[in-house]
């Protein structure tokens, strides 16, 4: 299939460009690069523009005949949705409303939407299932439950098959170490705390201590980035059975922050300060999904939900990437000998396949279009799958080669 991701240059939407191309889909992305990030998606056709401008999304539409699309693009932030409510309102519904009449215009009828469990709101039960009550608490929420309401009201007058999917915590980064978190004002907990083990931050303050809870801390749902990134195909493998549906997507399994904490510091082998301060307004003690809906209509199930692993494939890739994609040193490219080494000798790769790398990495450099990783370069050239890169990034991470 031929997918247009908009937002595909954003941290879920990368993953799931990564993924759909593993799958062996064709893949586009439209992206105003707003909060997304271009390294993100290297090698994928990306057109730069806002599903706020409708001459662009004519444009795209016009340009290409998509089979789908996965509509990542919203405003994401509660506490500014707090401050700024008619932003949030506008870009998340508006935008929405724009992308799907352009879609109908253009014969395209399958949307996988991106929604979240914030339109819950308190919980009543736990863990919660799709059938609880809608009642968001902040704007964010609010407006993402207006968008599925306004889908389900489109969809009962014109030919639009979709889903919505309602994320939990997403969190790690693919294993690979190609993609990962990287965020202009950091919010999320897992790279906050990786960022304290850089020691780009001097400690790290926990919000409540006295919920009740089993050591006072705050419990969330944490599922690994690459498992939302396959509910997307799946759903839209099945999206003629499941249209209509709001599905979530968790790991139904609770982590405290204080047990995160503990992961954390024993994963990098950093301790850092941590401060305690009071509750928050609008924290609920606890939020943990029921996934029994993913796992009988999508057949889906979190494999890569384990905390453990969700902290250690976004440390391998923070560590990589201590200043985000615009980090000028990253260990799959400043180490690139070492690393290209390590792939002849664990037998995945030539010296002349090396040699290949090189030049073009520094072709690209002539040409102005920075430092591309050797890794990256390597799987986008075709040299190296990315199960093989997974290797050499252990082996690496073994060697000490940082």
């Known amino acids: 299939m031929k997918i247009l991701v908009v937002g595909g240059a954003g941290y879920i939407g990368s993953h799931c460009v990564l993924e759909s191309l593993r799958a062996g889909h064709e893949v586009v992305v439209l992206d105003d690069l707003r ?29 290409s005949s998509f089979d789908a699309v996965f509509h990542l693009a919203a405003s994401c932030s509660v506490p500014e949705s707090v401050k700024i409510p008619a932003l949030y309102y506008h870009n998340n519904l508006a935008g929405t409303l724009n992308l799907v009449e352009s879609m109908l215009e253009a014969g ?30 902040n704007p964010y929420g609010d407006s993402k439950r207006i968008v ?36 202009r004002d950091e919010s999320h907990l897992i790279p906050l705390l990786l960022q304290c083990s850089l020691g780009i931050r001097d400690r790290f303050t926990i919000f409540g201590t006295d919920w009740d809870t089993p050591d006072g801390t705050c419990v969330r749902d944490y599922v690994h980035v690459t498992d939302i990134a396959r509910a997307h195909l799946l759903s839209l493998e099945k999206i003629e059975q499941v249209s209509g549906e709001a599905i979530n997507l968790g790991s139904s399994q609770g982590a405290s922050v204080r047990e995160v904490v503990e992961l954390t510091k024993g994963t990098t082998g950093v ?16 939020l943990l999904a029921s996934n029994e809906k993913a796992g009988a209509l999508l057949g889906w199930n979190p494999e890569h939900s384990e ?9 391998r890739w923070h560590r990589t990437h201590p200043s985000g994609y615009g980090s000028e040193v990253a260990a799959l490219g400043s180490g690139a000998t070492l690393f290209g080494d390590l792939a002849v000798q664990l037998g995945f790769v030539s010296e002349q396949d090396v040699a290949r790398v090189l ?16 890794g990256l370069c390597m799987v986008e050239m075709g040299i190296l799958s990315t199960t093989q890169l997974v290797e050499v990034l252990r082996q690496y991470e073994k060697d000490g080669s940082r």
């Open 35 to 63: 909060t997304g990030h271009r390294e993100a998606i290297s090698g994928v056709e990306l057109i730069e523009g806002s599903i706020h401008e409708p001459r662009i999304l004519r444009s795209v539409f016009e340009s």
């Open 108 to 137: 395209v009828h399958k949307l996988v939407h991106s929604s979240t469990a914030a339109v819950y709101g308190d919980p009543e039960e736990i863990p919660i299932p799709e059938t609880h009550p809608l009642r968001p608490v």
């Open 148 to 183: 599925e309401e306004s889908l389900q009201a489109i969809a009962r007058q014109h030919p639009l098959e979709h889903v919505c999917l309602r994320y939990f915590n997403a969190a790690g980064a693919d294993p690979s170490g190609l993609l990962g978190e990287d965020h």
């Open 359 to 374: 030049e073009e990495q520094q072709r690209l450099a002539r040409a102005g279009r920075g430092h591309k990783m050797m």
């Open 307 to 315: 905390l453990s692993f969700i902290v250690e494939t976004a440390w």
């Open 271 to 286: 301790d850092f300060l941590i401060e305690e301060h009071g509750r928050r307004d609008g924290d609920p003690p606890i």
